[in-house]
């Protein structure tokens, strides 16, 4: 008897089961990925696949296990291809194990719980599913023990909000490897027992007081110095107030007594990748050149140089660690996953510290289009070989 309902045909019955939760995961993660800073991290993706493949795990009829097991490693296997691509190198190898085992076990747990005799098993893989995804991902940064001691000159607000002291977030990571202490006055660097030195847009300074710099550079010291051109640093205060930033940096001077001279001004915001794929970016960069022999070739606006028995890593731009440009939560600073550029590992870098090191980044458009294209075509091509085999299975069952 025909009660009107449309009759699906169990191959696109199968097909749709194995898909559409690939589908749902993929794009859940891309979502998550984006608003997070646009890190290409498995682990993005994995709560979004545990999530559906236990709910499948509730859906699925009792024998369909192996349905489980395929929709758990396609989620997978499409977040890992369309992370690969669009970074333009493979995940981390943990990374991409964990997402699987997040998966199965979030799944297979789930699956547990309709089971009567596997509920105590079952509860227990979700536990372990929730550890997983606890600590498998990076985890925010604590202070270390050994902290050197980190002079900052500048004129920014990194101490301060307009009206309140308050530590900017750059400063707030860089406390965690560094005792941090503001100068006023480059004279008392050399008392000061800095072993690195943040010169960051700084104000006019005398001839003693460069000269002050100069000599602690040379006697061994480690200096990162911004010095911007074309400075964007967000600000109420009216121009000619003296607590503002100078808007040119004021640091020619020293610049051209090591060697360096400006070179081309580019005032695009530019997402900025490095040799060993780290992100910063950039906004208003001054290019050099150097005329001393230890000063290294520039890349783009970075240029590294010896100075005396000291090294100087000098940036064409200030804003680069203005928290708009690499952080995406701004409540979060010390937590990697919503940063939005490596900006705070590279400043840590530079200064002769580790900071969090590793995140994979979306490169191009093109290569998040193209990461997504490959990753559906997976998807969709898993899915078609599970409905052949699973499909011959029930043939052959019926039989």
Known sequence: MNDGRVKVP??????????????????????????SGGQADPWTWA????????????????????WLLWIAIGATGAALIFCTIAAARPPDLWAAVGLLIMTLLAGFGSRGLREGGTRLIAVGLLVLAGLLAWRGPSQPLTAVADRPV??????????????????????????????????DDP??????GARALLLAQPRAMTAEELVAVDAWVRAGGTAL??????????????????RRAPSVSLLPPLLAHWGVEPGVLDEAETRHFLDDGQLVTLSGTQAFT??????????????????GQG??????????????LWLA?????LDPRVWAADTPALVGQWLGVSIAQGRHWFREAGDVVTGLRWALIFGTGWAILGMVLFRRTEQRVEQ
């Not at 090294?311 to 708009?324: E, K, S």
């Open 150 to 183: 980190l002079a900052v000159i500048t004129a920014l607000p990194l101490f301060w909000a307009e009206g309140a002291r308050a530590d900017a977030p750059i400063i707030t990571v860089l406390r965690t490897r560094f005792t941090v202490r503001p100068l």
């Open 311 to 324: 090294r100087v890593v000098l940036v064409g731009d200030a804003d680069l660690i203005d928290d708009r």
């Open 187 to 192: 004279r008392a660097l050399a008392g000061s």
């Open 290 to 307: 150097g005329r001393q022999p230890g000063c290294v070739p520039p890349r783009g606006a970075i240029m590294r140089c010896r100075i």
């Open 10 to 35: 169990r191959r696109l019955t199968i097909f749709l089961t194995l898909f559409l939760p690939v589908v749902a995961a993929l794009v859940a993660g891309l979502v998550r990925a984006w608003r």
């Open 225 to 242: 110095v911004l010095a911007d051109p074309l400075l964007r640093w967000p600000t109420t205060l009216p121009p000619g107030d003296r």
């Open 47 to 66: 709560l979004p696949a545990a999530l559906m493949v236990a709910l499948m795990g509730q859906l699925l009829a009792k024998n369909l296990w192996r």
């Open 329 to 333: 939560d701004p409540a979060g600073p």
